[in-house]
């Protein structure tokens, strides 16, 4: 998928299969999710109208962007990014124009105020979190009829039925269960970069799912419950708290050396496993050779280990 594709509003559900045994999902970054949920951020300045909206996200962006892009080795030029990204924006804008879709002025200048420092600091762009969620929000709750996501209200989803006429409001897939609850996955949320994963995606999507973030997983039984710690039994495919994972259905502490475990999920934070081995080998530092996950967390592997940051080939044109 385009990364312009993942400009405001709507949460897209990419489906993949993971290298372990149970289906992951990956919902939405950057853009993509920054104007759903809850709102972290505030910014003393003044609210921004919507006809403002896109025209100061794109200045945000490319405005301020040009020095970090020139570090990293992309191309920028201002205006031919800013006119692109303002266009991908206001066409995303206009489509949440209307009653059902409320828009707020105040979380939008947070939003811009956010993009502009972490473009002018070169930052790592996982800085920019959740604090763009607010901008804009559903008004319609669970039940009433609807054509986009948008316009549902947070926990909730635009269902198209299978005759193909309007859509419904329903309770999204991924929304928070309680212990006991029944649910179809587990998900776990990078609360850096906003990004949910989930696994063992089997059931109803309508009963929601368990997040490790609150301490639960999906269980055999599609049941969520509380994830087992250091020396517990791990059985049915349950996730270890912490640093710990399952091997011989015990949760045991994960490794800087030695095997990977079952599922390739047995190496500590500083250590990544290595592929053909099957051995966890220390993360490599910056400016080491890469190419995959070998870097350390604060950078990514392009051919070398560089620092994150929020300069790359599409954000440096304009590909919000």
């Excluded at 921004?48 to 794109?58: E, K, M, Q, R, Y």
């Excluded at 009433?144 to 039925?161: D, R």
Aim: net charge negative.
């Amino acid at each position: 998928m385009e990364k312009s594709a993942r400009t405001l509003i709507s949460v897209s559900e990419s489906l993949r299969i993971n290298a372990r045994r149970l289906r992951s999902v990956r919902v939405a970054t950057l853009f993509m999710t920054v104007f759903l949920g809850a709102c972290d951020s505030s910014s003393d300045g003044p609210p921004i109208p919507i006809d403002d909206f896109a025209s100061l996200l794109a200045d945000a962006v490319c405005n301020n962007i040009g020095p970090c892009c020139q570090r990293a080795g992309f191309p920028h030029a201002p205006a031919a990014c800013h006119a692109r990204a303002e266009s991908s924006l206001q066409s995303e804008v206009a489509k949440r124009r209307g009653a059902t879709v409320s828009y707020d002025g105040n979380a939008a200048r947070a939003c811009v105020d956010t993009y502009t420092a972490v473009a002018r600091t070169c930052a790592d762009d996982r800085e920019i979190g959740s604090v763009c969620r607010r901008v804009f929000s559903g008004t319609l709750a669970a039940g009433a009829m609807c054509t986009l996501t948008p316009e549902c209200v947070p926990g909730a989803s635009c269902e198209p039925p299978l005759d193909g006429g309007a859509g419904q409001c329903s309770r999204t897939r991924f929304e928070h269960n309680k212990r006991g609850d029944h649910c179809f996955a587990t998900c776990t949320e990078d609360l850096k970069s906003g990004l949910l994963y989930c696994s063992g995606v089997t059931g109803d999507p309508g009963e929601g799912a368990c997040h490790t973030t609150d301490g639960l997983y999906c269980d055999v039984a599609n049941l969520c419950a509380a994830i087992p710690t250091l020396n517990q039994l791990c059985v049915g495919g349950a996730p270890c708290a912490e640093e710990a994972f399952c091997e011989n259905n015990v949760c045991v502490a994960k490794r800087t050396s030695g095997p990977c475990g079952p599922f390739s999920d047995g190496c500590a934070a500083t250590a990544y496993c290595e592929f053909g081995t099957g051995l966890c080998q220390p993360r490599k530092a910056t400016g080491e050779a890469c190419s995959g996950e070998e870097c350390l967390d604060s950078d990514t592997c392009n051919a070398t280990c560089r620092p994150r940051t929020i300069a790359n080939a599409n954000t440096c044109s304009g590909v919000l």
